[in-house]
């Protein structure tokens, strides 16, 4: 009999082996088994309206397939070979979000061929201070998504090459942050932009992706070290994100508030909704409920998935869509990426807390399946393009359960490791 952990791949590539189990199918799931502290349990928010999402999810193989193409289509845009840097108009966010994407690829495929790039790109980004305080670092935000890219290499294992652990690098920008959490104006909060400049240049705006970033980070720190003060950080952020509006009771997420309105200011808020703000709290929140096993956090993770279904997949296709700015046509060069990070937390979530993999799927599904049966010449495709789609094949693998941390495959074709029973590697 077949070793459990080989299971998946012999049937996702050798479906008719006289190996499998006799229930074995041709797209299996592997099923990890849930921490006690984090209970299964079943969601009262209601679904949003059926639509194209119900769309059959493609097979592991074809999402696989498609995952690598749409990964050398990325890397084939930047213009420095050694760097994973965007060329402009593309943002040095927007950058750090792309190694993130990456280094998530990587972990669930087990495709290793871009880590000496990401590792090289992170050490340069950092700075000498390993803290990415570029002159490309404006906002907090800017900021935290570089940190964040750092936390999944931490977590996902990337071999360290630089002066310190991709995790103290992490560590920097939140403790920077700590120290820019401002209690002058709304309570509480961080400030879209670092510096005050004019004052009119977002100073006064409280950003909903500022601080979710900023809750995502910490809850993910607490996650790794379990450090108290940093979980504590994790929950203020969150309740404070709650207590100005920018989370409502039904789970829709804001745009962001005005420190400078009203006397203590952040009056009223920014109803506008863009995907990666609800995605950002949707895994933040799977995070804190991985880690504290607290049912409260689990129902938030549920209804922000809900939120994400309600609002940013387009029923008549089943894609995942930025409802704001995709209708007309009119998103901006930051917008357009934002569903594809929607996308990654998604599938972060289905892996982190597995009895939540059908919610998720109900929102990824349709997406990954358009995306999977797309076009993935290289030729032509954008940066951001590429980034999306790899970012949607992605969560659909790991919404089936397959990829993790030791990563599913790399394959294009297989060796048997002599004088290793039973184990197959897998390589280019």
Same mark, same amino acid.
């Given at each position: ?11 996702? #590539? ?18 990890? %088994? ?39 289509? @990325? ?20 950058? &750090? ?6 280094? %998530? ?14 590792? =090289?790109?992170?050490? %340069? ?31 996902? =294992? ?51 992706? /500022?601080?979710?970033?900023? #809750?995502? @980070? ?44 009203? *006397? ?29 096993? *607290? ?22 296709? &089943? ?20 569903? &594809? ?64 941390? /030791? ?22």
């Amino acid at each position: 009999m077949l070793p459990s952990n080989l299971i998946p791949l012999v049937a996702i #590539f050798f479906p008719d082996s006289p190996l499998l189990p006799s229930n074995s199918t041709n797209t299996p799931t592997r099923t990890p %088994t849930p921490t006690p502290s984090t209970p299964a349990t079943t969601s009262t928010t209601p679904s949003a309206t059926p639509s194209a999402t119900s769309a059959a999810v493609p097979s592991a193989k074809l999402l696989l397939k498609t995952a690598g193409t749409y990964a050398s289509s @990325l890397r084939a845009t930047y213009p420095d070979p050694g760097l994973a840097l965007f060329a402009e108009p593309i943002w040095w966010w927007q950058s &750090g979000s792309g190694v993130d994407g990456l280094l %998530t690829y990587s972990s669930t495929t087990g495709d290793t061929q871009y880590n000496t790039l990401l590792s =090289n790109t992170l050490i %340069t980004e950092a700075t000498s201070a390993n803290d990415f305080m570029t002159v490309h670092a404006t906002g907090n935000d800017d900021q935290a998504w570089w940190a964040l890219a750092a936390m999944t290499a931490a977590e996902s =294992n990337l071999p360290p090459t630089g002066p310190v652990p991709w995790s103290t690098m992490a560590q920097n920008v939140f403790q920077q942050q700590t120290a820019r959490w401002d209690t002058a104006k709304c309570n509480g909060g961080m400030k879209w932009k670092i510096l005050e400049g004019d004052g009119t240049d977002g100073w006064h705006y409280k950003s909903t992706i /500022a601080n979710g970033l900023f #809750f995502q @980070l910490a809850a993910r720190l607490a996650l790794l070290t379990g450090d108290k003060e940093i979980r504590a950080w994790a929950v203020k952020s969150y309740d404070w994100t709650v207590s100005v509006g920018l989370i409502s009771p039904q789970f829709d997420v804001y745009d962001g508030t005005d420190d400078a309105k009203g *006397e203590n200011g952040c009056v009223d808020v920014n109803h506008n909704m863009w995907s990666y703000n609800v995605g950002v709290f949707m895994y933040g929140s799977a995070v804190m409920a991985k880690l504290t096993g *607290e049912e409260e956090w689990v129902a938030r993770t549920k209804g922000l998935i809900a939120s994400a279904k309600r609002n940013f997949v387009n029923e008549e296709t &089943g894609e995942l869509w930025e409802a704001k700015c995709e209708a007309d046509a009119s998103c901006d060069s930051d917008q357009v990426s934002f569903k &594809g990070t929607l996308a990654r937390w998604l599938g972060a979530t289905a892996e982190l807390l597995p009895e939540l993999r059908g919610s998720v799927m109900e929102v990824i599904g349709g997406a990954s399946s358009m995306a999977a049966t797309a076009s993935t010449g290289d030729a032509g495709m954008g940066a951001i393009q590429a980034f999306n789609h790899m970012e949607i094949v992605d969560a659909g693998l790991r919404a089936q359960g397959l990829g993790g941390k /030791a990563g599913l495959i790399g394959a294009r074709k297989r060796t048997v490791v002599s004088g290793v029973a039973g184990r197959v590697k897998w390589e280019r």
